[in-house]
């Protein structure tokens, strides 16, 4: 496992990034991140109560909602809940740490997790275990895990991350890794998933999408990260030649197996 560094802390850092922007609009584009692997463990008529951790601004706890699912939205930053709270009054959202959540054994049907877990230097086996207990036997688990990848160790290198920071950012892991730290923590294993959010490429604005050329972060987070179509085309056959190196996420899809008390 790689780290990566900044000069923020975690929470110092989620904290003053939410509080430049409003809330999300709810996610749109189906066909990429985060929303296309979501749905995996949020099927189409899906029963019982979802949680999210690390709602964010909330594109996917909106959609979701708008779609008429019941789910409940956790953040560690307590400025985005407020401002969720004030944009919809109707969302069930509440301020917790993903270690230590709030609510009863067997709560919910399923789990999002997406940017929680790699953001986690020492206690990410505590917050899988939190996971596990708060999801009901039989339910699915999507999470996410930041991979030491080539793509990440561009973008790293590009950003200068590290060079003089030394402050605890994210951890980067081997599809290994991952893979036993969700096995150890009782869950067992679906799929595994290759996947790309914001692509190296897509820093230089000369690449993106004509539509994102001038970048808007609610739109982007609400279509996804478009490059130009021969761009888009380019990463694709990177990605179908080496797909672990190519991505900068892996996506697991679990469930909590049925004998689990």
């Known amino acids: 496992m790689r780290k990566t560094y900044r000069d923020k802390k975690p929470l110092d850092y989620w904290t003053d990034r939410w509080k430049k922007i ?3 609009s709810m996610a749109e584009a189906d066909d990429c ?3 296309l692997y979501a749905n995996k463990a949020v099927t189409k008529n899906h029963r019982g109560q979802v949680l999210e951790l690390g709602c964010g601004p909330g594109r ?3 959609y979701y909602h708008m779609n008429c699912v019941d789910i409940v939205g956790v953040d560690f930053v307590d400025t985005v809940i407020h401002k969720l709270r004030a944009t919809d009054a109707e969302l069930k959202v509440t301020y917790a740490d993903a270690r230590e959540l709030p609510f009863d054994d067997c709560r ?5 997790c997406f940017g929680v877990f790699h953001c986690l230097e020492d206690d990410v086996s505590i917050a899988v275990s939190e996971a596990f207990r708060v999801l009901k036997p039989g339910g699915k688990l999507c999470a996410e895990f930041r991979a030491d990848s080539i793509h990440n160790r561009l973008i790293d290198f590009y950003k200068g991350n590290g060079r003089t920071s030394n402050e605890f950012h994210k951890c980067n892991y081997h599809l290994k890794e991952a893979r036993e730290i969700l096995v150890q923590g009782g869950f067992t294993i679906e799929q595994e998933l290759p996947a790309i959010n914001m692509p190296l490429f897509y820093h230089i604005p000369f ?3 004509r539509s994102q050329v001038f970048y808007d972060e609610h739109v982007s987070r609400a279509r996804g990260y478009q490059l130009r179509p021969w761009v888009e085309r380019m990463q694709a056959i990177g990605f179908r030649l080496a797909p672990k190196q190519m991505s900068n996420l892996y996506i697991f899809i679990c469930h909590k197996p049925c004998n689990s008390e």
């Open 60 to 62: 996917l706890l909106r």
């Open 207 to 209: 690449l993106r999408h």
């Open 108 to 112: 919910f049907s399923a789990v999002l």
């Open 22 to 24: 409003q809330t999300d």
């Open 33 to 35: 991140y985060p929303l």
